[in-house]
T-cell receptor
C-alpha cells in the first residue's frame, strides 16, 4: 500500500510569489494535517482537515490556506511568500482526527529566495 | 511554557547498546496521546510508537518501548540493541485539542539527534 505522498519534493520560489503543495493520504484515511518544520525545530501545526472540512488551524497568518478534495487529497496554498516561509512542509494522514497513528509524507522542501 | 520538552539535543550510543531518549510534557487535559517519531536526513517523519494517557501498560513496538510515567509527566523512548540505521532525529509529540471542534494537533518537541557509533 502506498504511504502518504507529497508533491513536489523540492521547489524554489521568489519572495512575493504563490505556492501550492499537494498531499495524497493513505488510502482510506479521511483526516489530513499540515505542518511546517523550520530548520532545527520540531514541526508546527498549520491545518487539519477531516471529511473535506477545516477542523483546526494553527497560529499562522491568513496567507496560508488549504482545502481537502472529495478523494481526501489536500492542497496547502501560501500567498505572498516571505523568506521566513522557507521550511519543510509535512502532510500527515490518519483515519480520524483523533487516532492512535498518524503517518507523515516525505515532505516538500520549500526555499524562498 | 513548552508543552513538550526534550532536554537532550544530541546523544551518542554504541551499536547494540540500549539508549533512552527523554521527553516530558505538560497538559491539563486528562485525555491525551503521546507519539514518538524518527526523522532521518531524508526528512520523512516515521511513526514509531504511541501511548494513550489511559493506557495501563507501557507501549512496545519491536525494539522500541515507551517508559510512561504519568505522575511525572514523562514519556521516554527506549531503543534496545541500537543499530547504525537508528542514527536520526527523534521527536516526541503530544496530541491535544486544536482550535476547531473535533480537531486535534500534534505538538512536537525540539528533537534529539541520536548518533549510533559502530
Amino acid at each position: 500500500d502506498a504511504g502518504v505522498t507529497q508533491s513536489p519534493t523540492h521547489l524554489i520560489k521568489t519572495r512575493g510569489q504563490h505556492v501550492t503543495l499537494r498531499c495524497s493520504p493513505i488510502s482510506g484515511h479521511k483526516s489530513v494535517s499540515w505542518y511546517q518544520q523550520v530548520l532545527g525545530q520540531g514541526p508546527q501545526f498549520i491545518f487539519q482537515y477531516y471529511e473535506k472540512e477545516e477542523r483546526g488551524r494553527g497560529n499562522f497568518p491568513d496567507r496560508f490556506s488549504a482545502r481537502q478534495f472529495p478523494n481526501y487529497s489536500s492542497e496547502l496554498n501560501v500567498n505572498a511568500l516571505l523568506l521566513g516561509d522557507s521550511a519543510l512542509y509535512l502532510c500527515a494522514s490518519s483515519l480520524y482526527p483523533r487516532d492512535t497513528e498518524a503517518f507523515f509524507g516525505q515532505g516538500t522542501r520549500l526555499t524562498v529566495v | 511554557a513548552q508543552k513538550i520538552t526534550q532536554t537532550q539535543p544530541g546523544m551518542f550510543v554504541q551499536e547494540k547498546e540500549a539508549v533512552t531518549l527523554d521527553c516530558t510534557y505538560d497538559t491539563s487535559d486528562p485525555s491525551y496521546g503521546l507519539f514518538w517519531y524518527k526523522q532521518p536526513s531524508s526528512g520523512e517523519m516515521i511513526f514509531l510508537i504511541y501511548q494513550g494517557s489511559y493506557d495501563q501498560q507501557n507501549a512496545t513496538e519491536g525494539r522500541y518501548s515507551l517508559n510512561f510515567q504519568k505522575a511525572r509527566k514523562s514519556a521516554n523512548l527506549v531503543i534496545s540493541a541500537s543499530q547504525l540505521g537508528d542514527s536520526a532525529m527523534y521527536f516526541c509529540a503530544m496530541r491535544e485539542i486544536a482550535s476547531g471542534a473535533g480537531s486535534y494537533q500534534l505538538t512536537f518537541g525540539k528533537g534529539t539527534k541520536l548518533s549510533v557509533i559502530p
